[in-house]
Structures are given as structure tokens and as C-alpha cells.
């Protein structure tokens, strides 16, 4: 993933309305259009994401990182002009997000959650200011959740999310560990579609071999 290697939070610019909490977030891709809907329940990372949709931050950025089964990722200011081939996923603004891990919320299919960097030099778990991701993850067996509760959670998933990662699916693993701020509520064929792109395995593994890229976001008024 990547992010910045600042530490210390601080709001990204642009000024928040009371009303715009409220809102939803429609994205338009090259592949056809997403709306999301962000969490209360993660306060810090909602208003972020408000603030650079209000600012224009994420149009004509490209989803630089796909990958089928799992997610398809995006944010990065580098990807507006990179050339074909270029590696991308190490930049942002200079700023990162305190985690807010809830146990509510967990990575099923159509989640949204903020990139960061590894825990190695980030043993807070703190998110990268721009990059996020989409959730398309796959449908799993009691047998590989009881694996991966041993192996790799050292936990008990909860038996609510356990019955959704048997049917609908997800990316269990990344339970706890990435800050999930909301969820798409119409368009996972756009991201389904977008995980099925053909991705580079040279220097830029995961970049898709042809570019797809956010056209525009804003904020819509939020269908009841």
C-alpha cells in the first residue's frame, strides 16, 4: 500500500457542512459509475474523504492496484499523469489518519477502507491520508475462516461475519487491521467489473495494463 511516511494527523483542506455528513459519494469511472455511502461510526476517516471529494482531489486519478477476488485500489496523485509501466501507490498528502478499528465493521464485499502503510514502520496501524480501497473479495468455507482464525487472526470471527464471508464473501483478513469508513450501496458490477481487468505482473504488478480512472466524485443527495 502506500502512504506517506508523516505521522501526525491534520485535516485535509476544504470546509465540511453539517449537511454534507449526510450525503452520499458518487464516483464516475471509466467503467461506469459507484455510489458510496460513508460511516458515522469512523468519524476522522469520513470527514477526510468528504473534504477531498469537496475539493476535487480524486478526479482523474486511476485505480492503480487491482486485484481479482480482492480488491481494487486508487488515490494516489502520481496516477493523474503516470506514463504506462510506472510504478505506482507511494504517494499522498503529507499527513496520516489515527486507525479507527470498530468491531461492527468488518471487510465484506463492497466495503470501503483507507490503504496504509506496512506494520513494520507503522505499528499504529495509521491510514494513508488519500488511498483507498474497494472490496471485492471471494466467498469462503468454514474450513479456510477456521485456518485463518489460527493461523492469521489468532481470533474468533464473529459468527454474524462468519455467515456473511460464507455467502456473500469478503477479505476477512484484513479484520482489525484497516479502517473501514463505508460501503458501496449501488454499483459492484462497476467494481467487479474493474477486479476483471487485465493487470500488469512486470514492475508495476497489479496496475491494469489499460487505464482505469475516476473520472469525477462528488457528493449527491442520499436516497432514502
Do not use: C
Not at 514502520?121 to 477456521?146: C, M
Not at 469508513?181 to 505482473?201: L, W, Y
Amino acid at each position: 500500500m502506500a502512504a506517506m511516511s508523516a505521522t501526525l494527523f491534520a485535516q485535509a483542506p476544504g470546509k465540511l457542512r453539517k449537511r454534507d455528513r449526510k450525503r452520499d459519494i458518487l464516483m464516475e469511472t471509466t467503467a461506469g459509475s459507484i455510489v458510496l455511502r460513508l460511516s458515522d461510526s469512523t468519524p476522522l476517516h469520513r470527514d477526510n474523504f468528504l473534504k477531498l471529494v469537496k475539493t476535487h482531489y480524486y478526479d482523474s486519478l486511476l485505480f492503480h492496484r487491482v486485484i481479482k477476488n480482492f480488491m481494487i485500489q486508487a488515490g494516489d496523485p502520481v496516477s493523474k499523469n503516470a506514463p504506462a509501466g510506472k510504478l505506482l501507490g507511494d504517494s499522498g498528502l503529507p499527513y496520516t489518519i489515527p486507525a479507527e478499528f470498530r468491531t461492527t465493521l468488518f471487510h465484506k464485499r463492497g466495503v470501503l477502507a483507507a490503504a496504509r502503510e506496512g506494520d513494520d514502520v507503522n505499528p499504529q496501524k495509521a491510514s494513508a491520508s488519500t488511498q483507498f480501497y474497494i472490496v471485492q473479495g471471494r466467498v469462503f468455507t468454514d474450513g479456510k475462516l477456521d485456518t485463518l482464525e489460527q493461523t492469521r487472526l489468532k481470533r474468533k470471527i464473529p459468527a454474524a461475519h462468519r455467515e456473511v464471508y460464507k455467502t456473500t464473501g469478503g477479505a476477512p483478513h484484513l479484520d482489525q487491521n484497516y479502517t473501514i469508513f463505508g460501503e458501496v450501496i449501488s454499483g459492484m458490477e462497476v467494481v467487479d467489473a474493474i477486479a476483471a481487468v487485465p493487470t500488469s505482473q512486470g514492475v508495476d504488478k497489479d496496475r491494469p495494463l489499460k487505464d482505469v480512472r475516476i473520472l469525477k466524485v462528488k457528493l449527491v443527495k442520499r436516497k432514502r
